[in-house]
């Protein structure tokens, strides 16, 4: 009895608390315990099998070189990188480099010099993700980084696109439909059939097939759905960011088209021509630069789509996915802190005449 009450009067220990930087939230991404990055990248680049061997199919061996260089430069460039800032060469072994180089060819006409890879390789590894830090830390994707740094320095060799294998067209470069439509004058009167020779059922099948001109992984439609489907299957990405970047872009341009049918083609045409799909399933969703929560996943995709038209429509280029995922990647922190849940049990702090502060 003595013994009791002794244990009850001793002082009992103090609660440890864990330390502030063991609470720290970092931004994703977020890996299950049975996964390591190595096999994330894995799967995200058996995803992307379907889109590289149509684009093997309709390029041929140029296609095959295209990727090979950006792999090759890739991986060489990451391991300069950690050989002079004394990071440990096996960072390489994680295959991110890897999937940044595949993706930039993906990103790439079948008809660039070796030498632009080489160039678009250090931009991606170098200036899109190891000048922040690396792995986990850039605030944008490497591969748009490095295209939209090559569209701007080099427009002559990034807008130069070479006809498939099976396009009836004499010569060695071709315009893609995206290209056409933007060389087509714009009329807001008597505009029914302005777009018609690239807007049309028999074009729309090509379209989705992949048989037009374009970057290796944008041409066919029906690879880069199945991609999709293989990455929503693996649990990789936010089917929000597809799904609402896709359907924004073809409300916007179904209303302008509606109302203006000489000012852009009609949604169906934007959903299948250029880098719509591949920027939406493979690069918006890239899981460090996209936002953590449903809801900002949402208005991810909503501004993707919307920045994405305008500049289709009234920019300058003819293509405005690089630059729309660029820009909402630089507004995902704002995104995740708008969108971030409370935390269970939350209550708002309430003044002293009870209202809440």
Known sequence: MNEEIKQEAAPKAEMQLPKGNELVLSSSPHIHANEDVQKVMLKVMIALMPAVFAG??????????????CIAFSVAAEMIWCKFAGKPLNTVKDLSAVLTGLLLAMNLSAGVPWWLCLIGAFLAIWLGKQVFGGLGHNPFNPALVARVALLIALPKYM?????????DIDGI???????????????LQNAQGVFANVANPEAYQEYFLGNM????GETSAVALLLGGVILIFFK???????VFYVATVAAFTAIINYFFPGVTPPALFHILTGGLLLG?????????????????????GIGCGLITCIIRIWGNY????SFAIL????????????????PFGFHAREDKEGAKA
């Open 56 to 69: 093997m199919l309709f390029f041929g061996n140029a296609a095959i070189l295209v990727i090979l260089y």
């Open 159 to 167: 807008t130069s696109w070479v006809p498939t294998r099976f396009m």
């Open 173 to 187: 470069t071709c315009a893609t439909p995206l290209g056409v439509v933007s060389t087509t004058e714009k009329v």
């Open 213 to 216: 001109g374009g970057c290796l």
């Open 236 to 242: 990789l990405i936010k089917w929000q960011v597809p």
């Open 280 to 300: 939406a399933i493979f690069m918006a969703t890239d899981m460090v630069t996209s936002p953590m929560t449903k809801k900002g996943a949402v208005l991810f």
């Open 318 to 321: 003819p293509e405005g996915v």
């Open 327 to 342: 820009f909402m990647n630089s507004l995902v922190p704002l995104i995740d802190r708008f969108a971030t849940k409370k």
